[in-house]
Structures are given as structure tokens and as C-alpha cells.
């Protein structure tokens, strides 16, 4: 249960803000109805109307939301969206995942650094952040909301010069907000599709139907999770649940402790759909595009899904970096109102509405994780929560949820448009439909490309202009590099389970170092490592380093494979155990380049993948 003010008087401390300030936040707060569950909109509205979310803003929210004053600092200080000062007017933005460092962002960011010398914070501010999304586009500055390709760090430092003078150098550059790169549009995703068509013959079908219309396309789900979406559906549909309350009181004493009450049985009469719209995995930028270009076949699969399990609310959970969508999304969400295919009563169909909101979050990798985004759109840190009960028995608010990505939710449109065979027959037996690839790296046509299940790396990768690539990046829920005796292998389920990016990397990329720089993105992208895991952690950055460096040996290769066995082995580790996976299976695959690295260890090698 929630308790009330008494309860929590002890979190409020320290000395009292100005009456103006004061009214200000009480007014934000409540022009979201004191919803504790709001407050990730909440601190966004907080950071637009003074330029951060200080300490006393802090302690004010707590007091309006019935929150502990450490719960919102807790929010506050996970989400890069928040700052506990103003930042700078233009706020400059460089990706530092190792895609993009291998493209050349750590040159640009450093000299993006030295033009912001002595132009002061107030004017520009630099963050180095894990991932924009913008893979495909190569090197990018994002600058506030807009992004603005910047080929050399020569050209990132004119840009940095001409906006000390004033110049509207994004206006100059590029205006898109999210520019497309779609190479190759398919039937299913990126292809036309009538989202009227799909709500409207989707409501002329019972939900038991619905469900059954997707079990026979055999949909599965196209990011980290590949579970068949009609099995998922109807244990969201058919749930009797114990509602799981939040025990606000003594919430969050670390990241993983979830405290909870169980205090009543109840149908699961509320239920909700999430669409997570954040690219998490380097070289990915799918959810961008769709969400930028699609969003009305987005919502329309949104809204299917809710008729099918009961729903009456949804949420958009956009990553950060996509902000400057937000107001187009709302007029298309406003749009879809007039249109009846959301709303009250849609498509003509009495007694059935929903609606959907959009809550502004980032994008870490954990996000992946369907369980970390709905603790997200809680305003809770995005991390993932033990299992069971699962999303489809207590998820949002403790009430049966799904959640899906937007490539998923535009294959549900089209499948209710087009009739559950047409999709099936794409494909293959066990991984049916399209799959929307991401290209990057050394490419001459890096972009979006939409392709059936089954075509191989090979395929792709010449699709794209890399056939000389010597070494693929694959993302998923068991990410790889693999060397190129190994891209005539396909993307399926059934095969090399891709969530959508695929990276290229050439000759002059040294893959020994490329090992080290994913490995080690994956090491750090996670917390959920158990106490036992935490030394192997370190062993494996350590010898990761090593091995890129030059300087390991045979010894140390057996002691690496080994400590990331046992971290793959864990239980109870969530995206850890993805950590020792990518590793093992890399080393498999790149055995040949290790092994000779290892014959002329002591003799360093440059650092290519930099170049």
C-alpha cells in the first residue's frame, strides 16, 4: 500500500525553497495528478522549467508524489535525461558504444572537447553517452534535438566553431530529426500498409480470434525476446492474478530489490501494452526510423494488441535521443482520435477504447529487457526484475502487460491487413515474416534493410556493399563477432537469432580489439551480476585488455574462457550471463586471429579498429 504523508515525513529534510519555486513544482506535479507512476514526466517537465532537477525540486516531488525523497534522487541520477544543474544552451551529444568508436566518435568527442574551451558551460555542454541510435548514419553530433553528420573530427570542430558564432549549423547540415537510411523496404514492415484496414477487420473478429490470426503466423518476437506473441497474448488475456502492489515505504533498498505486497486476489481487469521504442544494442537504429517515419502503423498494431488482451491504456516508452519526435507523435496520436482507430469506441466498436501516452526516458542497454522498461515507465531505474511473476501475469502497476518493440507491433498491423497465411508464407517454417536489419561499419550502403528470415550474413552483407568484410558484429539475444569463413550462416531463429544490427568490419580493423571494445560494452551494460560473479567480471575486462594488447598467453585465453563460462553459467545473473555468451561464442569463432595473436605475444598491435 501507498502510505501517506506521515509515513514518509522522515525522507523530507533540508532547507525549504522559495515559495515561487515551491508552487511551480506543486503545479507540475499535479498537472500529472500526484502519480508517483508519473515521474519520469514529471522530472522531464521539472528539467524544461528551471534547467535541472536540483535538490530541493527533489525533495518537493517526493512530498507531492507520496514518494521517499531517495527514490526520486535515485530516478533522478539513472536517467542522463536529468541533471542536478543547468547544462550548457546547446548540448552536445557523441555516442560511445563501439560502433561509433570504431567510426571515429572518440577522435570527434575529443575535439569537440577542445573547441567547447573557454566558450563556458552555460553556453555548450558535451556528453559522451552509450548509444544514439544513429548507427547507420556514421559519425553524428546530436545538438539538442537535431542530428548533424560530421564525416572527421576536422568537420565536427568547424561545426562546434560555428555555432560559438551562431550560426544554425544543424539547419545547414540536416533538418530531419531522424533521417532515414531505409535501403530496401519489404512487404511487412517498412513497405505501405493500411492501418485503418488492419484496426478495423482486427475489430470485426472476436479477441480470441485475433490471438488465433497470430499463432498461425507463428509472430515472434524481432529484439531479445523471440517468444511467440500469440502464446504471450493469451497469458495476458486469461490471467487471474495475485496483483502485486508496490510497497512504496521501503522501496528500492538496493537496484534489485523489488519489495512487494501481495494483499489482494483479483481478476486482472486492467491491463496495459508498452511499446518500447528504444534502440538499446550497438549499430541498432530501428525503433528510430519506424518510430519517425511509421508511427501511425505503430500505434494501429498498439491498438490491435490491446483488443486482442483486454487493454484500455498504452505507453510509448521513447528513447531519449528521439524527443524531437514527441510533438509529432502527439498530433498523430491526436490524428488517430479523429480518425475513431483510438479512443473511445474504435473502429464503431462499442464498449472497447484505449489510448496512449508517451513517457520520455533513455536508452540503456538493460532496456532490452521487457521488465526494465515497465519499471522505466514506473519511474523506476530501468533494470530488470526477478521472474516470476512475469510481465503477463503482474507488469505494469502490478497488472498482466505486454510489451513489444515497434518492428514487432508493425508486423501485427500488417498481419490483420493482409491475413495471417500471407505473412507465414515468408520466411521460414520457424521464423516467419520479415526481419529489418541494420547495417553498419565498413559498408558502402549502410542503412535499414528489410529482408525474409532465412537470407545469410553473406547475402546481407553484399546487399549492403561489404562483401570484403573480414569480420561481422551480430546483436542479439546471444551476440557475436564471427569471422568470414562463418556469414553463410542465416538469420533465423533457427540459426543466428539477429535483433537487427549487423556490423562490418574490414581488413584494417584489428578483430582481436573489436573483441575487446563489444566485450567490454556488455560487461559494463549490465548490474546484474551476482556477488560470486563480480571478480569473474573483472577477470574477463582484464584479460580482454591483454589479449587486445598483445600481451597475453595461452594460460591467460584458458583462464579467460573460463571465468566467462561461469559468468555465462550464472543463475539469476539477466543480461550478465549475455556478457560471457558474447564472449565464448567470439572466441570460437575468431579462434584462428587469437591463436595467432598468441604466437606473437609481447609484440603489441595497433589499435585498428580506431582508425
Known amino acids: 500500500m501507498r502510505p501517506d504523508r506521515g509515513s514518509i515525513r522522515n525522507y523530507q529534510k533540508g532547507a525549504a525553497m522559495s515559495g515561487a519555486t515551491c508552487t511551480r513544482v506543486q503545479s507540475i506535479c499535479s498537472d500529472f495528478e500526484n502519480d508517483p507512476d508519473r515521474l519520469l514526466d514529471v522530472l522531464h517537465a521539472i528539467q524544461r522549467a528551471f534547467g535541472a ?61 577542445d573547441e567547447l574551451v573557454g566558450m563556458g558551460t552555460t553556453h555548450a555542454s558535451l ?95 524481432r529484439g531479445l525476446d523471440s517468444l511467440p506473441s500469440g502464446i504471450k497474448w493469451s497469458f495476458a488475456r486469461s490471467a487471474t492474478i495475485e496483483r502485486a502492489e508496490h510497497d512504496w515505504g521501503e522501496q528500492m533498498a538496493s537496484s534489485r530489490d523489488y519489495a512487494r505486497e501481495f494483499d489482494r486476489f483479483t481478476t486482472g481487469e486492467k491491463r496495459y501494452v508498452i511499446c518500447n521504442a528504444c534502440d538499446c544494442e550497438p549499430g541498432l537504429s530501428v525503433a528510430g526510423v519506424l518510430m519517425g517515419e511509421h508511427p501511425r502503423r505503430v500505434f494501429a498494431g498498439m491498438a490491435i494488441t490491446a483488443y486482442a488482451i483486454g487493454a484500455e491504456q498504452g505507453i510509448v516508452y521513447l528513447a531519449e535521443e528521439l524527443a524531437g519526435l514527441k510533438p509529432d507523435l502527439e498530433r498523430e496520436l491526436a490524428n488517430l482520435r479523429l480518425a475513431g482507430l483510438i479512443g473511445d469506441d474504435i473502429a464503431g466498436r462499442r464498449g472497447f477504447g484505449f489510448d496512449i501516452r508517451i513517457v520520455l526516458g533513455s536508452g540503456p542497454y538493460a532496456l532490452g529487457e521487457e521488465t526494465a522498461v515497465i519499471n522505466a515507465c514506473e519511474g523506476r531505474p530501468s533494470v530488470p526484475r526477478p521472474r516470476p511473476p512475469f510481465p503477463t501475469q503482474a507488469g505494469y502497476r502490478g497488472w498482466p502487460t505486454i510489451v513489444h518493440g515497434p518492428e514487432l507491433l508493425c508486423c501485427v498491423a500488417k498481419i490483420m491487413e493482409l491475413g495471417p497465411a500471407t505473412f507465414a508464407e515468408l520466411g521460414t517454417p520457424e521464423s516467419t515474416g520479415t526481419k529489418v536489419l541494420c547495417l553498419s561499419g565498413d559498408c558502402r550502403a549502410p542503412g535499414l534493410f528489410e529482408v525474409p528470415f532465412g537470407v545469410t550474413l553473406d547475402e546481407v552483407l553484399g546487399m549492403a556493399g561489404a562483401e570484403d568484410a573480414e569480420t561481422v558484429f551480430v546483436s542479439g539475444p546471444s551476440p557475436a563477432l564471427f569471422n568470414r569463413s562463418r556469414t553463410s ?68 585465453l584458458g583462464e579467460l574462457v573460463e571465468a566467462a563460462g561461469r559468468i555465462a553459467d550464472a543463475p539469476d545473473s539477466g543480461f550478465g550471463r549475455t556478457a560471457g555468451r558474447f564472449v565464448l561464442a567470439s572466441i570460437e569463432s575468431l579462434r584462428p586471429g587469437i591463436e595467432d595473436r598468441l604466437a606473437r605475444a609481447g609484440s603489441p598491435q595497433p589499435h585498428a579498429s580506431q582508425a
Open 53 to 113: 532537477v536540483a535538490t530541493d525540486e527533489i525533495r518537493e516531488v517526493a512530498a507531492s508524489l507520496r514518494l521517499p525523497t531517495e527514490r526520486v534522487d535515485q530516478t533522478v541520477t539513472h536517467f542522463s535525461a536529468f541533471t542536478r544543474s543547468p547544462r550548457g544552451r546547446l548540448r552536445i551529444r557523441v555516442a560511445d558504444d563501439p560502433v561509433a568508436r570504431m567510426l571515429g566518435s572518440g577522435a570527434i568527442g575529443d575535439r569537440v572537447a
Open 127 to 221: 556528453e559522451r553517452v552509450s548509444c544514439l541510435g544513429t548507427a547507420d548514419l556514421g559519425p553524428v553530433l546530436w545538438i539538442n534535438d537535431t542530428i548533424v553528420p560530421v564525416a572527421t573530427h576536422e568537420e565536427a570542430g568547424r561545426a562546434v566553431r560555428n555555432l560559438a558564432r551562431g550560426s544554425d549549423v544543424a539547419g545547414a547540415a540536416k533538418r530531419e530529426r531522424v533521417p532515414s537510411r531505409v535501403r530496401m523496404a519489404g512487404r511487412i514492415v517498412l513497405g505501405p500498409t493500411d492501418e485503418a484496414t488492419a484496426v478495423r477487420r482486427a475489430l470485426s473478429m472476436s479477441p480470441a480470434e485475433v490471438i488465433r490470426s497470430v499463432k498461425t503466423a507463428r509472430l515472434r518476437g
Open 489 to 556: 550462416r542465416r538469420t533465423a531463429y533457427e540459426d543466428v537469432a539477429c535483433s537487427g544490427a549487423i556490423v562490418a568490419a574490414g581488413a584494417r580493423r584489428d578483430p582481436v580489439r573489436l573483441l575487446a571494445d563489444f566485450g567490454r560494452f556488455y560487461l559494463d551494460a549490465t548490474d546484474q551480476f551476482r556477488d560470486e560473479q563480480v571478480k569473474d567480471r573483472s577477470i574477463v575486462a582484464g584479460l580482454l585488455g591483454r589479449l587486445a594488447e598483445g600481451q597475453a598467453s595461452r594460460g591467460d
